[in-house]
Each structure stands twice: as C-alpha cells, then as structure tokens.
C-alpha cells in the first residue's frame, strides 16, 4: 500500500467553480500536510501546509486535515484558469529528518 | 528573496554517459532535498542533506548516483552511467524549518 493516494484526475471544471481536490494516507504518524502546485515545467510551489487536524483558510482556498479518517483535502472557491495545474498533497512526520510523501497530483483545467 | 536555482534547466543524454546537476538552495536554508519526478508521478525523494551531511539517501540508487553538499551550501547530483529510466525531471528544494519546502525550477533529463 502506498503512503499517500491521490486520484491523478484529469479534474476539468467551469470557470466559478468549488474544486474538491483529495488524498489519503496510511500512516497515523503524519502530522504535517502540505498542498503544493505545479505549472507545466515548473517546480511544485507550496500553497499552504496544515498541522495535525483541523481547518485552514488562506483566500479562495481552505484545507482540511481528517486525522481520524487519514483523509485531507484542498477546495478552491470560485476558481480561475489561472488555478490550471497539477496539484500534488504531501505529509510527513514531526520528526527532524523524515522525508515528505507526495502523492501523485491531480491534474485540474478550469475552463473559462 | 531569490529561491532555488538549478541547471541546466533540460539534458538529453545517450544511455551510458553521465551528467550532473547543480543546485543553489535560498540562502540560509540548511536543509536541501533531491527529488526525481517522473512523468504523471509525484516528487520521489533521492537524497535529503542537513547543511553537509547526509540524513536520508535510502532512495538513491548508489551504484549510479552520487550527491554531494560541499559547504553546506552547494550541491550537485551526477548519474553514471545514465540508463533509459532515469528520464525525469530532477527537482531540488531547500528549507529552513522542516514542515515547508522550496523548489526549484528542476532539471528535465531525457536519455535516449
């Protein structure tokens, strides 16, 4: 079993839309959870990071941690064809030293 | 603030030779990750350095890569000899405290 899943998509939506992008993880350990996106030939640029559970709202997009579940998500409010990328969930540990675990990334289209 | 610089920015290789990378973390970022992503996958971790030593090289294919940190600032990644499934992009990211990474633009290596 993996660390972390995540559907790769494709996920194309109409310009406005509320995306619902997902991951789920198997390691009870993870504590830090971190969205990142990626343009076409570009390095992923970290969106925003949770730690343990809870919710975060940072402008139009707000994450949710679900220890409980080993579940997180990403939803972007009223999204933009500027939000076309890949978006890829990564956690780790709160232990110095342990590495990331990235998930696949889901590909999104917002069309105009 | 500048962010992370790597060259060259594309390699197209024959199997068999070698090639190296080069990367220049954010100043002051004491730890600095090597990631291989392979198209349609997430970032794979190769190497992670905590200024110039070495805290997790599990991943890395030892008898054909090589990194090294040199000052703790620094650092290159080589292949040697190069094979077919080493084409991928080669990310390298830095950071300060252990829950963000930075990355940069990455290098896409294609071996033919």
């Known amino acids: 079993q993996k660390e972390v899943e995540q559907d790769p998509g494709p996920l194309s939506v109409p310009e406005g839309a509320i995306v619902s992008l997902n991951c789920t993880y198997s390691n009870s350990a993870f504590q830090y959870f971190m969205w990142y996106r990626q343009y076409s030939r570009k390095g992923p640029e970290l969106l925003m990071y949770?730690?343990?559970?809870g919710n975060k709202e940072d402008g139009r997009f707000t994450a949710q941690v679900d220890k409980s579940s080993k579940y997180i998500s990403l939803f972007i409010r009223d999204s933009q064809p500027s939000d076309s990328a890949t978006y890829l969930c990564a956690m780790r540990t709160a232990n110095t030293g342990n590495q990331f675990y990235f998930g696949t990334g889901t590909s999104l289209t917002v069309i105009p | 603030e500048a962010g992370v610089a790597q060259s060259p920015r594309y390699k197209i290789i024959e199997k068999r030779q070698s090639v190296a990378f080069w990367c220049n973390p954010i100043s002051g970022h004491a730890t600095l990750y090597w990631y291989q992503q392979i198209l349609g996958q997430g970032p794979k971790l190769l190497i992670q350095f905590q200024n110039n030593g070495v805290v997790d090289d599990s991943q890395l294919p030892k008898d054909r890569f090589s990194a090294e940190r040199l000052k703790g600032v620094d650092s290159t990644l080589k292949i040697q000899p190069a094979k077919l499934e080493d084409s991928a992009v080669y990310l390298c990211?830095?950071?300060?405290?252990?829950?963000?990474?930075?990355f940069g633009p990455g290098t896409r290596l294609t071996v033919t």
């Open positions: 990211a830095s950071s300060l405290v252990y829950y963000e990474q930075y």
């Open positions: 949770t730690y343990s559970s």
